[in-house]
């Protein structure tokens, strides 16, 4: 099974801004993927890691001059809520 990373990007005011009706239902749909095993929790402050010429490590993008992003996750099964809304994000398959 293959498996990714979704970010979902937002902000206070749209989320207020959307009916509680859908903003529920869109509750009700995180409830079920945690129930199914998905990993869901907040994202803490990524770090760039840059590795030109295979320094330190031999990740392809790092020594090729390019980027890699270190996103911590701050695991959490609590459910997404007006206090926690901004910066949530899901790993699955």
Known sequence: MPKFV???YGDREGYE???VG???AAHEHDARL???GVVMGIAG???QV???DAGK???PCAV???VVEVWPLEESRRPATEDNIDGLFSVGN
């Open 34 to 36: 945690r129930e199914a």
């Open 64 to 66: 090729a001059h390019g």
């Open 17 to 19: 801004s959307t009916d």
């Open 22 to 24: 859908v903003r529920d």
């Open 6 to 8: 979704t970010i979902g």
């Open 50 to 52: 840059r590795n030109p």
């Open 57 to 59: 490590s031999k990740t």
């Open 45 to 47: 402050t990524p770090v």
